[in-house]
């Protein structure tokens, strides 16, 4: 017969839970839709090398682009004529045209200082404001009858152009996998202003002609700057409502950037710095001095009026446009400085064809000319679009801002040098121009290839 202390200790050890039971039962009185007990899960990094901006507000820095190089170019079909009116000669008319870009080169350490204390929203409208100044001054010039008011004009048009703000907002606003894909867009942009500019000229011309408005406030010479003030002056509430800042701090670099700027500074190639600044400048170059040598040579050995000269610097323009944008479709399958490359070697034999090889048939000439000066403004197009993304991928991110601002006062300063060169060369001297710098840009990307690399930690 069992004790009855051993039949109260097996049934109290039989009433003892065992852990397992214990576990299981604990784990099915949780709910189910309980996540109570989840662990923190760490965020999923988000991909910012496809970010894209805001499509309004690109699309009004793409219109801010259109009305950038129109304004330089809209009075080159009329800018002798204006000067000899009001007692200048032809290198002064050189010198108003190249003035307004080398002045944008000052505008854009203007932009750097006042991007630091505004937003870029706020320093757009600004320059807005003092383009429409500028236009007005230079409308006005006829009624001052002092060839340096034009000179002042342009200057102050130059100043507040605003040159930086589209590129720093393409370097701020968009991911390095679509950077190069907007670049080319912003390149097709400048181009329509190529057209727009003699485009304009031209209708202007007509318009004033056939209602025969000639004084000294409006006429074809002043024209051009009444155009331009309106187009700025209608740009400022698309500004005002439809362009949003980005949301990116380009002028203030990252706390762990700013912990180590000696690594970035290290790891900076200076070599592919140098190179993207000089292909910047020179190709620059080439298109601003082609567009003020074509104008100069169709008046002076063709015998064309300023209409005609307007309407073929809008065919040849109009050529490049698709010229770019058909480039642009096959950016993803090419590496900038393999494109860059590429370009500048197919564009150096087509640069003979602009060489006056004074033929019987005066149409021969204008053709062979024609094709080559549409061939040259083409590569320098599609050349600059590969640079502009490129310049931007090579460096660490904090330096991103700084060499932005430094290959557009190259390309300012190539705008101006192109400018004062165009009217000062023959058709020969033009040629070989071109020639040396599309050699010395395609030699220049062939032995700095490697520091041409995107950036490790470029974004």
Not at 20 to 43: F, G, H, K
Not at 104 to 115: D, K, R, T, V, Y
């Amino acid at each position: 017969m069992q004790s009855p202390q051993v039949t109260l200790r097996s049934q109290s050890l039989t009433t003892i839970p065992s852990a397992e039971s214990v576990s299981s039962r604990t784990t099915l009185e949780v709910p189910q839709n309980s996540r109570s007990c989840d662990l923190p899960q760490e965020p999923v990094p988000e991909d910012h090398s496809t970010m894209m901006p805001d499509r309004a507000s690109l699309y009004v820095v793409y219109y801010m682009c259109v009305l950038l190089v129109t304004n330089i170019v809209v009075v080159v079909p009329t800018a002798d004529h204006y000067a000899e009116r009001l007692g200048a000669s032809e290198a002064f008319s050189g010198l108003m045209i190249g003035l307004t870009p080398a002045f944008a080169g000052l505008g854009i350490l203007l932009n750097q200082c006042m991007l630091r204390h505004m937003t870029m929203k706020s320093v757009m409208i600004t320059m807005v404001l003092g383009s429409v100044c500028g236009n007005c001054i230079y409308a006005l010039g006829g009624l001052t009858r002092s060839p340096w008011t034009l000179l002042a004009a342009r200057a102050i048009i130059g100043l507040c152009a605003g040159n930086s703000l589209p590129p720093l907002y393409t370097a701020t606003a968009v991911g390095i996998k679509k950077r190069t894909q907007v670049g080319f867009c912003m390149q097709v942009m400048a181009n329509i202003g190529y057209v727009m500019g003699p485009l304009f000229a031209w209708a202007l011309e007509v318009f004033v002609k056939e209602l025969r408005i000639e004084n000294l406030v409006l006429d074809s010479d002043t024209m051009p700057g009444w155009c331009m003030a309106c187009l700025y002056f209608f740009l400022i509430p698309k500004v005002l409502f439809f362009f949003k800042n980005p949301s990116g701090q380009l002028m203030q670099a990252q706390p762990q950037q700013q912990e180590s700027p000696a690594v970035g500074s290290r790891l900076m190639p200076l070599v592919g710095v140098l190179i993207c600044i000089w292909a910047m400048f020179a190709l620059t170059i080439s298109t601003a001095v082609g567009e003020v040598f074509a104008s100069r040579h169709a008046s002076q050995h063709w015998g064309w009026n300023v209409q005609h000269t307007s309407l073929f610097l809008v065919g040849v323009m109009a050529f490049v446009g698709p010229m770019t944008i058909s480039a642009g479709r096959i950016v993803h399958a090419v590496e900038d400085r393999k494109g860059l490359l590429v370009t500048c070697s197919l564009a150096i034999p087509l640069c003979v064809m602009l060489i006056d090889f004074n033929m019987a048939s005066p149409v021969a000439d204008i053709s062979i000319f024609t094709a080559g000066l549409i061939a040259i403004f083409a590569a320098s197009s599609i050349a600059r679009a590969f640079i502009g993304a490129m310049a931007t991928k090579i460096v660490p991110p904090h330096l991103k801002s700084s060499i932005t601002s430094i290959t557009l006062l190259a390309l300012c300063a190539g705008r101006g040098a192109g400018s004062f060169l165009g009217p000062l060369l023959d058709a020969t001297p033009f040629a070989l121009l071109q020639m040396g710098i599309f050699v010395s840009t395609a030699v220049f990307t062939f032995l700095g290839a490697d520091s041409l690399k995107a950036h490790a930690k470029a974004c």
